[in-house]
């Protein structure tokens, strides 16, 4: 009966080891094998695993270096006798007899949780990315990481020494509101003087991505009855952020030199921004324009929330300045992220800004999370001093123009529209289909044929806009990308 306990289901990914490992200790914990109960042989383990014996001998040895087992010479192996356990299995002792009878009713009263909760985020506009998007053949998907392109062992060896025992008391210890040092001094002395920013660390924060750097300045400075601009489209994620808040939200058009500036930025609070990559038109401004919404931000007394998340990827040419690095007047809160240059699981951005309002977005995030985990500032730090991320945008660079080449090419021939990338490089091309096209709809029936694409309805407020799409190509090799837009075309041609 025993030797039904242990069985392998074969997981993708995990090696054999870890597999028997989390096996045995899911068994143990659960107390079906009791303290001092021996477990099989390795060799009759690995007879029944269908594994290698040496496979069994070292998760065994794991397994006593952590108490769950102990070895006895010439005897086998065992269950310590201080194993951990869960907790969960049923109570040692029954309970007295004269405990307190429990009162049961033949219909309990269910909690209304609808009628209890004072918020619904679950409705709002998202860009969905399926979790699986890698399982598709031609996945035109923005923003996402190619393992082809990722020096995983680089990224290993920065793990490594982040958990060494002269790091651990940085990488495991409570910073409070702090973040780590080496990440902050590597954000302000390397990455931002890219961008013509020059600051102290004291302005510098890390947050948990761009996504948390915004709702943490949104928090800060938008409320009900505050006049916040946005570009329309924009990136859905600020405006359903602003809606939460009950600010008052005006939507500024955008052209085909980003977020227009004219009267209606006259009468605003806070103007949030993306001018060197819009999101999602790819549109970038141009200097004279940035002026101009420089000068109204000084004219008409309101602040910028320069969204710059995607600078690195400028393979064409160089991308234009940041508005941060023009700002005479400290009207400009900068963000920065390394979730396209990285990866997104990464989830790790920054905040430039003056000295007041970091503090107070300092004191705010150790509300929500007290700090990023110290493990992966540390791992990044050490990635990026050590050249490791220099060299990755340079491979990124490499892939990209050659896969927006292909791009061009397979749009031009398969009879697209006008299709609008970044003029600086970027990793994706804004387009929009003909008339009576569904871009939800046709994302539905591509997937049938393994084709990914991003509707364009998300982005726009309201999602009155069903015939843009957004075709991403970070994720997608180039030798695809042609027989991909094929598909997209053939499909398009389906519904006229």
Known sequence: ???????LDQIEGVGLQAQVREMLVSVILSRRLQPGEAVPSSRAMAEQLSVSRNTITLAYQALVADGYLESRNRSGYYVGQDAPVTGHGAPEHPAAPHSDPVVTTSRPVVANWHHRLRHSFAVLDRVAKPLNWREYAYPFVYGQADPAL??????????????????????????????????????????????????????????????????????LFCSRGVRVAIED????????????LDAEVVLIPVDDRGMVVDDRLNDVDVVFVTPSHQAPTTATMPLERRRALLASAEKNDFIIIEDDYDF???????????????????????????????????????VVAPETVIAEARALRFLMLRHPPGYAQRTAAYFLALGHH???????????????????????SAGFGEARAPQFGGASFWTEAPEGVDTALLADRLRERDVIIEPGAPFFAGGRSSRHMRLGYSSINSEKIATGINIIAQEIERFS
């Open 1 to 7: 009966m025993k030797d039904a306990l242990f069985h």
């Open 150 to 219: 990722f020096n995983h062992s680089d990224w290993r060896d920065c793990a490594r020494q982040a958990l060494g025992l002269r790091n651990f008391e940085s990488m495991a210890g409570d910073k409070g509101e702090s973040d780590d040092p080496l990440l902050v001094d590597y954000i302000r002395a390397r990455t931002l003087p890219r961008r013509g920013v020059m600051v102290g660390n004291e302005q510098v924060l890390v947050t948990m991505g761009a996504q948390n750097a915004l709702f943490l300045l949104a928090e």
């Open 233 to 244: 489209p924009c990136y859905p994620d600020i405006r359903n952020t602003l809606r939460r």
């Open 312 to 350: 690195e990827m400028g393979f064409l040419q160089r991308p234009a300045p940041a508005l941060k690095s023009l700002d005479k007047s400290d009207r400009v809160i900068y963000v920065g992220s390394f979730s396209k240059s990285l990866f997104p699981g990464l989830r790790l951005g920054y």
């Open 390 to 412: 220099d060299a990755l945008i340079k491979r990124l660079r490499n892939a990209f123009a050659q896969r927006r080449e292909a791009m061009e090419a397979a749009l031009g």
